[in-house]
């Protein structure tokens, strides 16, 4: 079936190191794809954003990379904090036309541990 | 900007009990959305709103979970009766719009079935 997945459940570094969490999507249709942090008892918080139109986003101490051939995307976080400790959720949006927009399917997260 | 707020942070019920869940989205924002986010797993999209329309119901459990946006501003909710699956983090987000716009989250509710 359509799913969103992370190769690594898990990530540990040291603080001011960068962190590379990875995900795999298998649904060639999708075209929209946004990273969540989801800190313990919290909603998701939005990261960053990237449409399939494009292989690269940055945002601040963040960078998401897609590559739509092998269905790979990945958010780089440069100068990792112990604040970034989270878990973090790749999540897709299908492009199906009518109804489809706006509906999200998620990763099972990765967990990012940062030490001081 | 104020987030998307929700009430109540928690809630313990016993199974077969009814129970309801509000969501205030953020001003504005066209499209309104309630996951299901079990421990240890991504958020799962029970149901989508435009502004007080149903776009996507088709995961919610209709014989037991509904849900309303009667003026297209707040939303509830509702479980009648519980099962104890239903033990969860029931999460409401919103967005500017459905297509290519990010959905913000609020801390969601904890529910609990005894």
């Known amino acids: 079936g359509e799913s969103v997945g992370l190769h690594l459940p898990t990530l540990s570094v040291q603080e001011g190191d960068n962190s590379i969490i990875n995900c795999a999507y298998s649904?060639?249709?999708?075209?929209?794809f946004i990273w969540y942090k989801q800190e313990s008892g919290k909603g998701p918080q939005f990261i960053i954003d990237?449409?399939?139109?494009?292989d690269k986003r940055q945002g601040q101490r963040v960078t998401v990379l897609l590559n739509k051939t092998v269905k790979h995307l990945s958010l780089q976080i440069a100068a990792t904090q112990p604040g970034d400790s989270a878990v973090y959720f790749c999540?897709?949006?299908?492009?199906?036309?009518?109804?489809?927009?706006?509906?999200?399917?998620f990763g099972q997260g990765t967990i990012l541990t940062v030490h001081p | 900007e104020a987030g998307v707020a929700q009430s109540p942070r928690y809630k313990i019920i016993e199974k077969r009990q009814s129970v309801a869940f509000w969501c205030n989205p953020i001003?504005?924002?066209?499209?309104l959305y309630w996951y299901q986010q079990i421990l240890g797993q991504g958020p799962k999209l029970l149901i989508q709103?435009?502004?007080?329309?149903?776009?996507?119901d088709s995961q919610l459990p209709k014989d037991r979970f509904s849900a309303e946006r009667l003026k297209g501003v707040d939303s509830t909710l509702k479980i009648q009766p519980a099962k104890l699956e239903d033990s969860a983090v029931y999460l409401c987000?919103?967005?500017?719009?459905?297509?290519?716009?990010?959905?913000?989250f609020g801390d969601g509710t904890r529910l609990s079935i005894l």
């Open positions: 987000a919103s967005s500017l719009e459905a297509m290519y716009q990010p959905q913000h």
């Open positions: 649904n060639s249709a999708s075209d929209y």
């Open positions: 990237i449409r399939s139109n494009m």
């Open positions: 999540a897709e949006n299908r492009n199906a036309g009518g109804t489809s927009y706006g509906k999200l399917t």
């Open positions: 001003s504005g924002h066209a499209t």
């Open positions: 709103f435009q502004n007080n329309g149903v776009v996507d």
